[in-house]
């Protein structure tokens, strides 16, 4: 049997620490975003929540540019997740990143929201401009 050889997928292959790397490097800089936008979209209302979600849909979808695969719009957006809840939750003595108003229920839902759309977007054409369908 000769002819090329398997193509191997990233789930089904052995992980390169390369790339292991970006995708950590990625989950890292969600969580900043995710941090930043949280203290932002507060302060300038309703820009800063404009400025929050645009900051967060731009990693996102870098971070599918920069990789080629949906795992590079997941993994800022997992950071991003983790970082969001994680000032969401008050602590005991009353204090809270979150301040009450609609404002930041936008900007999880809205961040959410803007992740999913990253994380599935269609890839873009192959080059020579073949539908990459079959039969087509």
Do not use: N
């Not at 969600?30 to 731009?58: D, E, K, N, T, Y």
Request: one cysteine or more; glycine letters at 20%.
């Amino acid at each position: 049997m000769s002819g090329s050889p398997v193509q191997h997928s990233f789930l089904t292959g052995t992980p390169k620490p390369g790339r292991i790397a970006v995708y950590v490097l990625l989950a890292v800089l969600g969580a900043l975003v995710g941090i930043a936008g949280s203290l932002v979209q507060a302060g300038f209302f309703p820009g800063g929540l404009l400025l929050a979600l645009l900051a967060s849909g731009a990693v996102f979808a870098a971070g599918r540019r920069a990789t080629g695969t949906q795992l590079g719009a997941a993994a800022p957006a997992a950071g991003w997740l983790l970082a969001v809840v994680a000032l969401s939750i008050g602590r005991p003595e009353g204090d809270a990143v979150f301040a009450s108003g609609i404002g930041p229920l936008v900007f999880m839902l809205g961040g959410t929201a803007v992740a999913v759309m990253c994380a599935t977007m269609s890839r873009p054409g192959q080059p020579g401009g073949g539908t990459g369908r079959l039969g087509g």
